[in-house]
Nanobody
Framework: QVQLVESGGGLVQAGGSLRLSCAASGGAFSLYTMGWFRQAPGKERELVAHISWNGGSTSYADSVKGRFTISRDNAKNMGYLQMNRLKPEDTAVYYC??????????WGQGTQVTVSS
């Protein structure tokens, strides 16, 4: 059983940067694929980025490609999402999640990111 806790959200002006962190505990985090999701008011949750268990493979939604970078430090049981050149449409609650197989089984509580124009 993996517990995930996000941090690092906040209010930032358009064009600014934030770094989200995801602290994992209670399980073998290094065995799991990790993803960052977001959900804006009135919209469905979307996968923003994911990273393989060893960090060797990453993937991004088209809307964030070139601006966001996902990474992880398995020795510290930490995951990160570096967000640059933020836009108002990036405003959402951001969640980290982990999966061993095809389904994300473990979720954090979310952290709010608000980008002002």
């Amino acid at each position: 059983q993996v517990q995930l806790v996000e941090s690092g959200g906040g209010l930032v002006q358009a064009g600014g940067s934030l770094r989200l962190s995801c602290a994992a505990s209670g399980g073998a985090f290094s065995l799991y694929t990790m993803g960052w999701f977001r959900q804006a008011p009135g919209k469905e949750r979307e996968l923003v980025a994911h990273i393989s268990w060893n960090g060797g493979s990453t993937s991004y939604a088209d809307s964030v490609k070139g601006r966001f970078t996902i990474s992880r430090d398995n020795a510290k049981n930490m995951g990160y999402l570096q967000m640059n050149r933020l836009k108002p449409e990036d405003t959402a609650v951001y969640y980290c999640a982990a999966r061993y197989a095809s389904k994300y089984d473990y979720w954090g509580q979310g952290t709010q990111v608000t980008v002002s124009s």
